[in-house]
Nanobody, 121 residues
Framework: QVRLVESGGGLVQPGGSLRLSCAAS????????ARWYRQAPGKQRELVAG???????NYVDFVKGRFTISRDNALNMVYLEMNSLKPEDTAVYYC???????????????WGQGTQVTVSS
């Protein structure tokens, strides 16, 4: 079984920073593409950033220059560093990854349970 667990969310003032972590565990052979999504109340889930197995990154426009996605392949971790946070960044943040597992050697899509980020004074 493969599991993704996010952590690092919380309450932060506007202009503040948070670092989200996503820990992958279980029967993992490799983590291919990994992404962070977010979902605000009453809105659809939206992509925030993605990172390839080789470390190539992409971001949606509304987080460019403020958020940084990174990964540690040895530890099976994915991170999202968030700076200059705004109230509109308030959402549940989800980790998503395409993972090849050792049980059947397939690449499947996995999601974490989410971590709440609240930006408010």
């Amino acid at each position: 079984q493969v599991r993704l667990v996010e952590s690092g969310g919380g309450l932060v003032q506007p202009g503040g920073s948070l670092r989200l972590s996503c820990a992958a565990s279980g029967s993992i052979y490799s983590i291919n593409f990994a992404r962070w999504y977010r979902q605000a109340p009453g809105k659809q889930r939206e992509l925030v950033a993605g990172i390839t197995s080789g470390g190539g990154t992409n971001y949606v426009d509304f987080v460019k220059g403020r958020f940084t996605i990174s990964r540690d392949n040895a530890l099976n971790m994915v991170y999202l560093e968030m700076n200059s946070l705004k109230p509109e960044d308030t959402a549940v943040y989800y980790c998503n990854a395409d993972i090849r597992n050792t049980a059947n050697w397939r690449v499947d899509d996995y999601w974490g349970q989410g971590t709440q980020v609240t930006v408010s004074s």
